[in-house]
Every structure is written in C-alpha cells, then in structure tokens.
C-alpha cells in the first residue's frame, strides 16, 4: 500500500520533507507497495514487498544504518549489504532501536523441514567470531 503521515512531529519523523510541522494528513513520497510499517520516538520505517527496509527520521538507528548523523527527510532505503544482502521479512521498533527479521540465507532458502538448522557450517559461533548479525526463521514441518 502507500503510506500517510499525520500528527506533530516537526522533524523529520513524517517523512515529508523538512518544512512538515504536523497538520492534515498526506501521503509520504517515495515509497509505494509497502506492506508493513513501524515508528520509534524520532523515525520511521516501512517494508516493501521486494523485502527493502526504508528509514526516515533521525537518531541513533539512521545513523547505524546511513553511517551518517544528518536527518533524512524523505524515506531512504537501507542498503541490502547492512544485512548481509538478505531479504528483509519483518520489522519492529521501539522509541531508538529496530528489530529486523530477514531470511537465512542472501538467496532467501529457509532450513528444509526435519533437517536441523545447525547442522551446517554456519553456526552461532561463526556467526559471532566473524562479527556478523544471525537472523533465523524456521520452517516447521508436519
């Protein structure tokens, strides 16, 4: 769907522009077919059908996905590689953090049904020794 902004938020929040100080409710541009959305206490972000997470607002979680401080006024998709080229399935925030639910693997495969997920060679432990976020979805079979 398309997504509206309204209230008084007279940052960036609204996803607007940078002259939006509340008022009467508009459509945010730049970003269409989304599928879910979620705000923190100075951001906002959107899911698009492709899998794309889209940021506007400012604080601490822009910055960690921009590795820049500046407000972003209109939405800005994060690049894929901030999630290690991973398709982006679910989204969720509070006040200043994000929670990312994205697929297993950057081709998007799910563990096949009855196969244990920790039996590859990709572990929780190689997960942290290499630095890299572990995101996990399991199939569950009948």
């Known amino acids: 769907g398309r997504v509206w902004s309204i209230g008084g938020r007279h940052r960036a929040a609204l996803g607007r522009g940078t002259k939006v100080a509340g008022g009467p409710s508009a459509v945010v541009p730049g970003v269409e077919r989304i599928v879910q959305i979620s705000a923190g206490a100075m951001?906002?972000?959107?899911?698009?059908?492709?899998?794309?997470?889209?940021?506007?607002?400012?604080g601490p979680c822009l910055i960690g996905c921009f590795n820049d401080s500046a407000p972003v006024y209109e939405p800005k998709a994060v690049p894929a590689a901030a999630f290690g080229g991973r398709r982006i399935l679910s989204i969720a925030s509070g006040d200043g953090h994000i929670l990312v639910l994205a697929t297993w693997d950057p081709d998007g495969r799910l563990p096949l049904a009855g196969s244990s997920v920790f039996d590859t060679d990709y572990?929780?432990?190689?997960?942290?020794?290499?630095?890299?976020?572990?995101?996990?979805?399991?199939a569950v079979g009948a």
Request: glycine share 10%; with cysteine.
């Open 43 to 58: 951001f906002s972000m959107c899911l698009d059908i492709d899998g794309r997470l889209w940021l506007f607002g400012e």
């Open 123 to 138: 572990t929780c432990d190689n997960a942290k020794s290499s630095g890299e976020e572990l995101s996990l979805q399991l």
